[in-house]
């Protein structure tokens, strides 16, 4: 049976949100899930496979009842979460070759679901092109913020990397690769040259150069703050760096 085909009629009111409680009542009934409980919702992108749409109960009980996103782009699953919480989910879809998706911070009840589904669908536009990810919205909220606004986020990236951008494809590569290793070594020149292959100095160089031509500096905090969130607005870009 095609997801969506059994659950879509009696989810897609919630989802919407503003469902009166005699509706949410009957939902839960014809759902078999309680009307108060730990919730999440989870949007998936494109293709999924069977085997990840299964509607549980998971070996820790997650119950899961999927249905279509009602604009053709993908597939919504609303979560009763077991002893594992999100984390567990995210893993279950994974394990399943799931994604991209986004899951919504945790509600309380099936009368949440409307906002837990906006959030959801924040989330998944934090994913990066090309990936299959599935990331929780209280792991990427910054990026979210930078998604919810996209003309900012626009500007964002023109004010702090215009120079960046100018390089021809390649000497840019290496410089934003640089600074995505350097970050996700904690900061340390020796690690980010032992991931990157070549010498400390040459990390160093590297870095010194990005700051000339974004006139920040990587030391002072909130100018950190704008290369970071310049760097994510650029991994969100569907062009590469």
């Given amino acids: 049976m095609r997801r969506g085909t059994r659950y879509g009629v009696l989810l897609g009111p919630l989802l919407a949100g503003g469902a009166p409680p005699d509706l949410v009542r009957r939902a839960a009934r014809g759902l078999g899930l309680p009307e108060r409980g730990a919730y999440a919702v989870v949007v998936l992108a494109g ?95 910054p990026t979210a913020l930078l998604v919810s606004r996209p003309e900012l986020s626009a500007r964002l990236l023109a004010e702090v990397f215009g120079p960046l951008l100018a390089l021809v494809p390649a000497e840019r590569a290496v410089l934003v690769g640089t600074l995505e290793a350097w970050l996700e070594c904690g ?8 991931r990157l292959r070549c010498h400390r100095n040459t990390v160093f160089n590297r870095l010194r150069r990005l700051e000339r031509l974004t006139a920040r500096s990587l030391s002072r905090p909130r100018e950190l703050v704008d290369l970071v969130l310049a760097l994510d607005v650029l991994r969100l870009s569907s062009a590469p760096p």
């Fill in 47 to 141: 293709s999924v496979p069977e085997a990840a749409v299964a509607e549980g109960p998971d070996a820790d009980g997650t119950l899961w009842r999927w249905c279509g996103s009602g604009d053709g782009a993908g597939d919504v699953a609303v979560v009763l979460l077991g002893a594992a919480g999100p984390p567990g989910a995210v893993a279950r879809l994974g394990k399943h070759g799931a994604g991209p998706g986004g899951m919504s911070p945790v509600v309380g009840s099936l009368a949440e679901l409307g906002a837990a589904r906006r959030l959801a669908g924040t989330a998944l536009l934090t994913c990066a092109p090309g990936t299959r990810e599935v990331v929780r919205l209280d792991e990427r909220l």
């Fill in 187 to 194: 900061g340390s020149m020796g690690r980010a040259a032992v």
